[in-house]
């Protein structure tokens, strides 16, 4: 055996830079793709939490090489306007264009006055794609009534099947009456509690399947789930997954149940989940819950009966659909909807629609009832009811109703479509994005980060409009409503994803634990009963396991006041409302970092349109948050030495599955370690401050 090479962070190759990873210096810390802009943003904080900080940019920033130390580019930052603070974060800042770095590999911005450096990153086709497989496979660990075992689960998180009792559901009503029991296995956890919601599927379906049609080479069949390897993409897999549950939901009238769960925060609250045994309930049907479940039913077939293994099941989807809207039709007409038909008995989530909501809805129900059955009825309802929503009535195109915005755009495209109410749409459409009275649409300078949405987005689940924004941009320049516009619409979506990923004033990347895959400062902590606070799986850094990689969390909350003292979140710039915990009451913080399926759907969604280059040289299996600095040690030594070490240092190293297999502790300069027993591989290795990759032959 022979060590190749040790690749860590604060040894540059002989080049003077420290490997202070700045919090000023803000960038993607997954990287970006050739022909990306790339643009980092400097701050210098006025306001908030980090006031007390400061910090001016240098006249020259540098861009080096991560493999050699090579300068590749340099050039001046740009005051963003003028100096001024942005309110939205309480900073001043700067802008560094290096764009014109496209060579793929790993690289830093320097700030050479400081000898300080940005996280580093890396620039290359298929940067996104391991951040694809995370994110997606957060859906299988947020199975219900699913093992989660090796090969399919990483040790740290494997679990016994859980919730068993979901074979005996019982009517919350009517608790003592085993008569009533119902077999609700399947689908997923909605969010950090245990319980299923059939509205709140209803996003996340749509954007899902959207994400499919939209970018379906961004989808593979092998994101190690019990499925991978059937044909399918594992997207639709997981699809199916919550569909199967849907499909017990539903009565055989047509009316649906709309949620199912515990009737006290108390019960079924222990971690991991399969050590719950409390019992779990049915909540009463409800028009709501009929309208979701025809809408995303109805789209589902239409995706899936392109799979000629899954005829029959689309077939059942179709029947399903047109069933739940039959029952749903009558109140639709008589204007007799249901909208108090949830009163929390099961607990939490009051998942019941407004009247107006439902009504917008049910027309996403009916465009993707009309394609896949062409038949006029459908067709009818649409242009009878064309009206009902505020996107038609009020030229009101937002992020909020982003799955009506793509029926009804989709519905001008049909060959059915009545040209009237076609002309109506799109007509409502351009009025909004001509207008845009809340700057929703195109690129713009108003955001210091790069990412502007209105101050009044960032509430709780902030990160739904930050993604929803980012599509809706994606598909107006996709209908190609105004076509010499297109190019702002694209800009405006691809400066969105780098405030995910660190281009924001936390420098935080907004999905957990991700180290491993090139996140430099993660989210390490969420507010998920399975990842409580204490638990083995509390924090990413300082517990046993942390939680799995890829769950995206609620987001900043301007909105926030559980604790007034907690600051931050309270009394930030918008921003900045964010805090990386998952204490419960009185701190409540699910208001901040409760992860959700439907955040999580919206993020895939987004992050498809930058996926999906499989046929170039990626990363693969090689990306971390470290850059490619090499050491050569003698070939023929099973040792390495480690240099610049300070203070007492303790050093660990890990395989890439997770497991811990050397520990080291030293307080000199020096290290040497002896690493004669370890097998060929790569392997991470865990400094106080940074992790780096260590290749052995």
């Known amino acids: 055996m022979k060590i190749n090479r040790l690749l860590f962070l604060f040894l540059l190759c002989g080049q003077a830079l420290s490997g202070q990873v700045s919090p000023f210096i803000h960038v993607d810390q997954f990287g970006y793709l050739p022909s990306a802009e790339k ?14 900080l400061s910090y001016i940019a240098p006249s020259v920033l540098e861009v080096r090489s991560m493999s050699s130390g090579t300068l590749v580019f340099s050039g001046a930052p740009v005051s963003w306007n003028n100096g001024r603070t942005h309110n939205y974060s309480g900073d001043k800042g700067w802008w560094f ?10 690289y830093c911005v320097v700030d050479p006055s400081r ?20 994110a997606g496979r957060m859906f299988f660990y947020n199975r219900c009534n699913q093992e989660k075992k090796p090969p399919y689960a990483d040790p740290k998180w494997s679990d016994e099947e859980a919730f068993l009792q979901d074979a005996r559901c019982r009517d919350v ?22 319980n299923k919601y059939v509205t709140f599927t209803y996003s996340t379906i749509h954007n899902l399947l959207s994400a499919y049609e939209e970018n379906p080479q961004a989808f593979t069949d092998a994101w190690d789930i019990p499925e991978s390897g059937n044909g399918i993409p594992d997207i639709l897999d997981e699809t199916c997954w919550e569909l199967n549950w849907l499909f017990k939901m539903i009565n055989d009238d047509g009316s649906v149940h709309i949620k199912m769960g515990s009737r006290s925060h108390s019960d079924n609250a222990h971690h991991p989940p399969s050590l719950n045994t409390d019992g779990r309930y049915y909540a009463p049907t409800c028009t709501s819950a009929a309208i979701a479940a025809s809408s995303v039913l109805a789209h589902s077939a239409i995706v899936l009966k392109t799979f000629g293994q899954l005829d029959d099941y689309s077939a059942r989807l179709r029947e399903l659909a047109i069933r739940t809207w039959n029952y749903v039709l009558p109140f639709l007409e008589s204007g007799n909807l249901e909208e108090d038909c949830d009163d929390t008995s099961v607990k939490s989530g009051d998942a019941d629609w407004d009247q107006k909501t439902q009504k917008s809805n049910a027309l996403t ?29 009020g030229s009101n195109w937002d992020s909020y109703n982003l799955n009506l915005e793509d029926a009804l755009l989709r519905y001008v495209n049909l060959d059915l479509a009545d040209a009237a109410t076609a002309s109506r749409i799109r007509g409502s459409a351009l009025t909004a994005v001509t207008n845009n009275w809340n700057h929703y649409y195109g690129w713009n300078t108003l955001d210091l980060y790069r990412a502007y949405m209105p101050a009044w987005s960032y509430h709780w689940g902030s990160n739904i409009p930050m993604s929803t924004v980012a599509i809706l941009n994606r598909v107006i320049a996709e209908y190609n409503l105004l076509p010499a516009d297109s190019a702002g619409f694209v800009r405006k979506a691809a400066e969105q994803l780098h405030f995910f990923h660190g281009v924001n004033p936390l420098g935080l990347e907004f999905l957990t634990n991700m180290y491993q895959f090139g996140g430099d400062r993660c989210t390490n902590e969420i507010f998920h009963t399975w990842f409580a606070d204490g638990s083995d799986w509390d924090n990413a850094r300082t517990s046993r396991y942390g939680p799995p990689p890829g769950y995206m969390p609620g987001g900043p909350n301007a909105s926030y006041t559980a604790n007034k003292d907690l600051r931050p979140p309270y009394g930030q710039p918008p921003q900045k409302s964010y805090l990386d915990f998952n204490t419960g009451w009185p701190d409540n913080s699910w208001e901040i970092t ?27 299996e090689t990306v971390f948050n470290h850059p490619e600095i090499c050491l050569y040690p003698n070939p023929a030594s099973d040792r390495v030495t480690l240099s610049g070490l ?31 027993e370890i097998r060929t591989g790569i392997y991470l290795v865990r400094l106080p401050s940074y992790y780096c990759k260590l290749v052995v032959n």
């Not at 643009?39 to 007390?52: E, I, K, R």
């Not at 264009?97 to 790993?106: I, L, N």
């Not at 409760?594 to 930058?610: D, G, K, T, V």
Request: with cysteine.
């Open 39 to 52: 643009v980092a943003v400097l701050s210098d904080p006025q306001v908030g939490f980090n006031a007390d």
């Open 97 to 106: 264009d290096f764009s014109s770095v496209t060579q793929p590999g790993y």
């Open 115 to 134: 000898m300080a450096q940005s996280a580093p990153f890396y620039i290359g086709e298929g940067v996104y794609d391991r951040v694809m497989k995370a």
């Open 173 to 194: 009503y009517h608790p003592n009456d085993p008569a009533l029991e119902r077999d609700m296995r399947g689908g997923w956890f909605d969010a950090g509690d245990f």
């Open 365 to 393: 129900a009916a465009v993707y009832l009309l394609e896949l059955t062409k038949e006029e009825p459908f067709n009818q309802y649409i242009s009878n009811h064309i009206e009902d929503p505020d996107c038609i009535s």
């Open 594 to 620: 409760e992860p959700a399926i439907y955040y999580q759907a919206a993020y895939i969604r987004f992050l498809a349109y930058y996926c999906g280059n499989h046929s170039a040289t990626g990363i693969g």
């Open 646 to 676: 300070s203070g007492e240092t303790r050093i660990e190293i890990f395989d890439l599955g997770g497991q811990k297999i050397r520990t080291f502790k030293t307080n000199k300069t020096d290290l040497v370690i002896d690493l004669a």
